[in-house]
T-cell receptor
Framework: EAGVTQSPTHLIKTRGQQATLRCSPISGHTSVYWYQQALGLGLQFLLWYDEGEERNRGNFPPRFSGRQFPNYSSELNVNALELEDSALYLC?????????FGPGTRLTVT | QQQVKQSPQSLIVQKGGISIINCAYENTAFDYFPWYQQFPGKGPALLIAIRPDVSEKKEGRFTISFNKSAKQFSLHIMDSQPGDSATYFCAASMGGGSEKLVFGKGTKLTVNP
């Protein structure tokens, strides 16, 4: 069974630009979660999508947004990038109870 | 109240020893407690998880001990191996695991040969 996949692996953007990150969940999983892992800040919850709807969002500004498509894949958009947005962005999909993480997208903002 | 406090921040153990990582929480609504292992450059991998109706769960060399009254849980790694060297995160969630995960800050484990 294929795991959670994320693309791209690395993304380099300049301040003020927009970034789009993509996630494909494990087959059969309908919930997708996004987390940010920034140096020194640990893993912080960003967004949760289930059945195409946004169920919850973490304490992040509105320039962090996303969506979930009918095939349950998901997209995270970060507008007006700031230097502190540099981090590993992790996507997880949920089975019965467990969240399984993808390898992440390393976003670097210069 | 949403925090999960994890200790120690780093841990050095000799091969064959026992590694113990502790976590504490405040929110009694948490009802699902997983542990994740993360190697550099990789996403976190689920190791083992427990619910509050069980005081201990063992999978291979990994054991979770759960103390509901103290609102604490811990990960024990028996017979620690150099390949176990990684960062370990405890987490907690509500809604039987359906809600967001709240993570501890992580423990960097080094197992010396």
């Amino acid at each position: 069974e294929a795991g959670v996949t994320q693309s791209p692996t690395h993304l380099i953007k300049t301040r003020g630009q927009q970034a789009t990150l993509r996630c494909s969940p494990i087959s059969g999983h309908t919930s997708v979660y996004w987390y940010q892992q920034a140096l020194g800040l640990g893993l912080q919850f960003l967004l949760w999508y289930d059945e195409g709807e946004e169920r919850n969002r973490g304490n992040f500004p509105p320039r962090f947004s996303g969506r979930q498509f009918p095939n349950y894949s998901s997209e995270l958009n970060v507008n007006a990038l700031e230097l502190e947005d540099s981090a590993l962005y992790l996507c997880a999909s949920k089975g019965s109870y467990e969240q399984y993480f993808g390898p992440g997208t390393r976003l670097t903002v210069t | 109240q949403q925090q999960v406090k994890q200790s120690p921040q780093s841990l050095i153990v000799q091969k064959g020893g026992i590694s113990i990582i502790n976590c504490a929480y405040e929110n009694t609504a948490f009802d699902y407690f997983p542990w994740y292992q993360q190697f550099p450059g990789k996403g976190p991998a689920l190791l083992i998880a427990i619910r509050p109706d069980v005081s201990e769960k063992k999978e291979g060399r990994f054991t979770i001990s759960f103390n509901k009254s103290a609102k604490q849980f811990s990960l024990h790694i028996m017979d620690s191996q150099p390949g176990d060297s990684a960062t370990y995160f405890c987490a907690a969630s509500m809604g039987g695991g359906s809600e967001k995960l709240v993570f501890g800050k992580g423990t960097k484990l080094t197992v010396n040969p």
